[in-house]
T-cell receptor, first 117, second 112 residues
């Protein structure tokens, strides 16, 4: 399968600061990337969909000014958590999608653990 | 929203087959069923997907009922490393791309 990386894998920050998380597709071009968040012992919740070169589409209830998404190239998307607060502490996972053999798959990154103090 | 329901947890003995059910009674004719699994604190891993025919790969088999309202993921010889949360997902279509909405999944506990 295709490889998706995330950086950093773990980050601790102070309340009020902004944190940027990178998602890269290493061996394929990702026309679309997705961002999820996951609370402990809960399922993944889709936050937003980003297409290369265009604005992200956010799911209902997700603050677009809080979670800034940039998808500047076919291999890189970034999620910036602005003015982070303790309630933003979560596991953030990205996925990248590309087309092969006539169907679409999503390949997931390893996740980023954000802790806001 | 997720269109699937799965049991919260299941146990399986090591070396035996693990059969994980999923209900997706409102699935549309052009929607696929995907299965992913998530080992603790990692990103989900793709297992298999299908439309209406049964599918098999090196990891698992997927059995989809004729009416497509339910499916079963089969791990033929479960190992301890198969302990994970297994998600059954119906891929929804939209204008941008095919989003995945995860349900609560099934925690599979493989026991020695």
């Amino acid at each position: 399968g295709a490889v998706v990386s995330q950086h950093p894998s773990r980050v601790i920050c102070k309340s009020g600061t902004s944190v940027k998380i990178e998602c890269r597709s290493l061996d394929f071009q990702a026309t679309t990337m997705f961002w999820y968040r996951q609370f402990p012992k809960k399922s993944l919740m889709l936050m937003a969909t980003s297409n290369e070169g265009s604005k992200a589409t956010y799911e209902q209830g997700v603050e677009k000014d809080k979670f800034l998404i940039n998808h500047a190239s076919l291999t890189l998307s970034t999620l910036t958590v602005t003015s982070a607060h303790p309630e933003d502490s979560s596991f953030y996972i990205c996925s990248a999608a590309g087309t092969r053999i006539g169907y679409n798959e999503q390949f997931f990154g390893p996740g980023t653990r954000l802790t806001v103090l | 929203d997720a269109k699937t329901t799965q049991p919260t947890s299941m146990d399986c003995a090591e070396g035996r087959a693990a059969n994980l059910p999923c209900n997706h009674s409102t699935i549309s004719g052009n929607e696929y069923v995907y299965w992913y699994r998530q080992i603790h604190s990692q990103g989900p891993q793709y297992i298999i997907h299908g439309l209406k025919n049964n599918e098999t790969n090196e990891m698992a088999s997927l059995i989809i009922t004729e009416d497509r309202k339910s499916s079963t993921l089969i791990l033929p010889h479960a190992t301890l490393r198969d302990t994970a949360v297994y998600y059954c997902i119906v891929r929804e279509r939209n204008n941008n791309f095919n989003k995945f909405y995860f349900g609560s999944g099934t925690k599979l506990n493989v026991k020695p």
